[in-house]
């Protein structure tokens, strides 16, 4: 069984940047691969990004360029750094965990993007 735990949701301006980090607990086996979705009411769960635990990384094309994924492994966490934020950003981020079959997603963190 894993656990995820998301921080650093919140509030901010068209343009601003914010940082979300997901840990991750229990027993947690490599390779495994970490990543982000996201999802707005009324509109399925979808991709932001994702990263393999030997770093390789996958981007949406609506993301690129302004976010960028990576991972402590030794922590066990995964974070996505947003930058040039836009309002079409706005929605429940999840973080998630796979490992072949396996998958786990967090509780989801709130960013809003609006001024």
């Known amino acids: 069984q894993v656990q995820l735990v998301e921080s650093g949701g919140g509030l901010v301006q068209p343009g601003g940047s914010l940082r979300l980090s997901c840990a991750a607990s229990?027993?947690?086996?490599?390779?495994?691969?970490m990543g982000w979705y996201r999802q707005t009411p009324g509109k399925q769960r979808e991709l932001v990004a994702t990263?393999?635990?030997?770093?390789?990384?996958n981007y949406a094309d609506s993301v690129k360029g302004r976010f960028t994924i990576s991972r402590d492994n030794a922590k066990n966490t995964v974070y996505l750094q947003m930058n040039s934020l836009k309002p079409e950003d706005t929605a429940v981020y999840y973080c998630?965990?796979?490992?072949?079959?396996?998958?786990?997603w967090g509780q989801g963190t709130q960013v809003t993007v609006s001024s």
């Open positions: 990263i393999i635990s030997a770093g390789t990384t």
């Open positions: 998630n965990f796979r490992r072949y079959s396996t998958v786990y």
């Open positions: 229990g027993i947690i086996f490599s390779p495994n691969v």
